[in-house]
């Protein structure tokens, strides 16, 4: 019964490459939602994605930052040309849908460094 | 978007006594609060939540209790164990949706 899986764990990226941080939801789960969170800073949500759609974006940055959650397969959050500010602790949810659809199970998360 | 507001940042109890957190929001909208426990270098953990129907909740030692006229609520855990040390955040839902605001979190000390 795995919870919900990131990876890779650990990201190190130089200033200007690209970020791709995966996520498997809970089995029997349809909805995800990334949060970003920042040291000794609560989590920021960002986005929320059903399988194949885009529900709720308005927490992601206008530009480099995007999200996809396809048919088959895990859940990816793409960074393009990262900057030092993009370094923070990036967790996945996921949650079942219908009435408990409120319900949040977040995985380990992805610590992103950007050096 | 919503505030959340967290008091206390940080708490200190010892063993056996309470710890009481609160949270206040501004959303009218919301009806969802979940309350959600990070030990260091993990993911945040669901321990309990409440919804706008009902006025509070207890599972064991942790109980949560919702004032909607006044926008706050509250985390209490009776009778601390050293293993309930941890970063505690509240969360609420924002315009009606499935998005979670957090709280900044409250760092929970029990020692021995």
């Known amino acids: 019964n795995a919870g919900v899986m990131q990876n890779p764990r650990h990201l190190v990226r130089r200033r200007g490459q690209e970020a791709r941080l995966r996520c498997s939801p809970m089995?029997?789960?349809?909805?995800v939602y990334w949060y970003r969170q920042l040291p000794e800073e609560g989590l920021k949500f960002m986005v929320y994605?059903?399988?194949?759609?885009?529900?709720?974006e308005s927490g992601m940055p206008k530009e480099r930052f995007s999200a996809e959650f396809p048919k088959e397969g895990p859940s990816i959050l793409r960074i393009q040309q990262v900057v030092r500010g993009d370094s923070a602790a990036y967790f996945c949810?996921?949650?079942?849908?219908?009435?408990?659809?409120?319900?949040?199970?977040f995985g380990p998360g992805t610590r992103l460094t950007v050096t | 978007g919503e505030n959340v507001e967290q008091h206390p940042s940080t708490l200190s109890v010892q063993e056996g006594d309470s710890a009481v957190i609160k949270c206040t929001y501004s959303?009218?909208?919301?009806?969802?609060f979940p309350w959600y426990k990070q030990e260091l270098g993990k993911g945040p953990q669901l321990i309990i939540d409440?919804?706008?129907?009902?006025g509070e909740k207890k599972d064991q030692r942790i109980a949560v209790t919702l004032n909607k006229t006044a926008k706050h609520f509250s985390l209490h855990i009776t009778e601390t164990q050293p293993e309930d040390s941890a970063v505690y955040f509240c969360?609420?839902?924002?315009?009606?949706?499935?998005?979670?605001?957090f709280g900044k979190g409250t760092s929970l000390l029990v020692t021995p």
């Open positions: 949810a996921s949650s079942p849908g219908g009435t408990y659809a409120y319900e949040q199970y």
């Open positions: 089995k029997g789960h349809s909805h």
């Open positions: 994605l059903q399988k194949e759609n885009i529900i709720d």
């Open positions: 959303d009218s909208a919301s009806n969802y």
């Open positions: 409440i919804r706008s129907n009902v």
């Open positions: 969360a609420a839902t924002e315009n009606s949706g499935y998005a979670l605001n």
